[in-house]
Structure formats: C-alpha cells, structure tokens
C-alpha cells in the first residue's frame, strides 16, 4: 500500500511570506501529526489531527496552522515566514496502535 | 509529562561490531517507546516498538531494544554492525492517551568504520 507523500520536497521561499506544506497519509488513517526538525531544537511537535478536528498542540506561535480534510489529508501553514523557519518538516500518518508512519518530508528554507 | 534522553550525540563502531545506543525514559503513566532512523534528508523509519507486550522487541534489519521498566531504559542493540547502518537514531515515548504525540530524544549518529 502507499506510503506517506509529503509534497513538495523542497520549498525556498523569503522572509515575510507564508507557506503551505501538504501531507497525504496512508489509506485509512484519520490521525495526521505534523513534526518540525532542526538541528539545533531537534525534532518537535507542531501538531495532530483526527477526523478533521485538531486535537493536541505543540508550543509554537500562531503563525504555524494547519488544517485536515475529509480525506484526511492535511496541510500546515506558516504565515510571515522567520528565517527560523528553515527547518526539515514531517508529516506522520497514525495508525490505531500508536504506530507512526513518516513520509520523506518538505525541506524549507527561508532566505 | 513524558520525556527520552539519549546518551551519546555519536557514536562510532567497526563494521561487525556490537551496536548499543541508550535511550532513557521519563513517563508518569507506562510508555510506549520506539526507535526511528533516519538517511540523510530521508524522513523517519521506525526500527520497532514497545506497546507493554514482550520486553524484548525484535526490530527490523537486526536491531532488537528491551525494555527494562526498573532503569527506565529502552536501549537499541544490533550484534554485528554494516556499513549501512550508519545514520542517526532517534528513540521517542508516547502514552496511550487517545491522541498522537511522540516526544523525541536528540538523536545519536551512528558511524561504522571498515
């Protein structure tokens, strides 16, 4: 069966712009969470979604959202790009025993 | 609140070595513990997962972890290492708490040597 498609691969974009990163899981999952890589804060939790419906939040501003689909697809916004921002961004698509399943991710960096 | 630390940000063996990568964990309710890896620019795999079943967990590619509630620990091991193996590692816990949050460690960059 497919895997987790994260698209696009690779996102330059400049400071004060907004980006959206999109996020196909594997059939049947309805729990998409979203994940931010950096070298120097490592990987941290942006947030998750089940049934279109946010459930749980990571300790980021505002300027990161994110919204799921009735297909259970999901995108993340990042609104007023920082050059922070740069960073790997992974999608993990859930399945019911908790097992977390990532696609390639969207390397952004912001110049 | 659930937490991993990871002891060893590298880690560096011969090919056909031992491989043993630490994983230490905080959790208030019993934890689910996994072990990732990670290419360069790939996303995450998941080697194998503790979910309160066996302690010993056999993993894919010939890693295996126990779990040993009394030290908290959840190390990684892998009896004769290859070259490729070489990549980082990640261990994260989360709890069955109805939604899906894995809290991560650091990593620890496994470098294997002809």
């Known amino acids: 069966k497919a895997g987790v498609t994260q698209t696009p691969r690779y996102l330059i974009k400049t400071r004060g712009q907004q980006v959206t990163l999109s996020c196909s899981p594997i059939s049947g999952h309805r729990s998409v969470s979203w994940y931010q890589q950096t070298p120097g804060q490592g990987l941290q939790f942006l947030f998750e979604y089940f049934s279109e419906t946010q459930r749980n939040k990571g300790n980021f501003p505002g300027r990161f959202s994110g919204r799921q689909f009735s297909n259970s697809r999901s995108e993340m916004n990042v609104s007023t790009l920082e050059l922070g921002d740069s960073a790997l961004y992974l999608c993990?698509?859930?399945?019911?025993?908790?097992?977390?399943?990532f696609g390639q991710g969207t390397r952004l960096t912001v110049v | 609140a659930q937490s991993v630390t990871q002891l060893g940000s590298h880690v560096s063996v011969s090919e056909g070595a031992l491989v043993l990568l630490r994983c230490n964990y905080s959790?208030?309710?019993?934890?689910?513990l996994f072990w990732y890896v990670q290419y360069p620019n790939q996303g995450l795999q998941l080697l194998l997962k503790?979910?309160?079943?066996?302690?010993l967990v056999k993993g894919i590619n010939g890693f295996e972890a126990e779990f040993k509630k009394s030290e908290t620990s959840f190390h990684l091991t892998k009896p004769s290492a290859h070259m490729s193996d070489a990549a980082e590692y990640f261990c994260?816990?989360?709890?069955?708490?109805?939604?899906?949050?894995?809290?991560f460690g650091t990593g620890t960059r496994l470098l294997v040597s002809p």
């Open positions: 959790s208030s309710v019993p934890p689910y």
């Open positions: 993990a698509s859930n399945g019911e025993n908790t097992e977390a399943f």
């Open positions: 503790y979910t309160s079943a066996a302690t």
């Open positions: 994260a816990v989360t709890t069955n708490t109805g939604f899906q949050k894995l809290v």
